[in-house]
């Protein structure tokens, strides 16, 4: 069936690599921490606060319009859509689980080195998971199965729901977020990198 790729798909994408920036940036600031080096907070408040809002907020509801479609297109695919749904709710716990390491360890609580490691790397460990399963299964499905029309009433859905972050305060906030974050972990490398003699 061919198929016109939509703007909502393309944004979907681009989430995902965004994630996965950040996902490398929280990786970092673990190995440091790994590594008995103290940990750069602004960082790793920020990639939280990041995973703790905009995702929930504005990329799974515009997954789950791509998802309903399929079940309305491939009945069959409703299992691995509850199961890619199930997973968005077990990363918001294992994302509040590392949120409430990061907190004790900012007040001043005792908080064992490797518990606080684990934990981290379970959530990357666990959304880089997901993105993969994501792309590879329901986005390639929604690809080649749904028509030019399931995507026009995606993308307006989308549209609607992406709204506002069009708003300035909304959409800026995300975006000054992503940015500070870029920042401090380029000044973090600048930091930690070996300086020649």
């Known amino acids: 069936m061919q198929t016109v790729l939509s703007d909502t798909l393309g944004r979907l994408s681009q989430d995902h690599v965004s994630f996965r920036r950040l996902l490398n940036v929280l990786g970092r600031q673990i190995d440091a921490i790994a590594q008995y080096r103290a940990p750069d907070f602004d960082v790793l408040n920020g990639v939280l606060a990041y995973f703790s809002a905009y995702p929930g907020r504005f990329h799974h509801p515009v997954e789950h319009l791509i998802y309903e479609a399929l079940k309305e297109r491939i009945p ?67 690809v080649s199965k749904l028509t030019s029309a399931d995507w026009l009433a995606i993308d307006i859905e989308a549209r609607r729901l992406l709204a506002p972050l069009s708003e300035e305060h909304v959409g800026q906030h995300f975006h000054k977020l992503y940015a500070d974050v870029a920042a401090w972990d380029f000044e973090n490398h600048q930091d930690t990198a070996p300086r020649p003699n």
Do not use: M, N, P, W
């Open 76 to 142: 069959a695919v409703a299992d691995a859509i509850a199961f890619i749904e199930e997973q968005h709710r077990t990363i918001a716990r294992e994302l509040d689980d590392f949120a409430a390491a990061v907190k004790s360890v900012r007040a001043d609580v005792e908080v064992s080195r490797r518990a606080f490691c684990e934990a981290g790397r379970k959530f990357i460990a666990f959304e880089r998971e997901h993105i993969r399963g994501e792309e590879a299964s329901l986005f390639y499905l929604a």
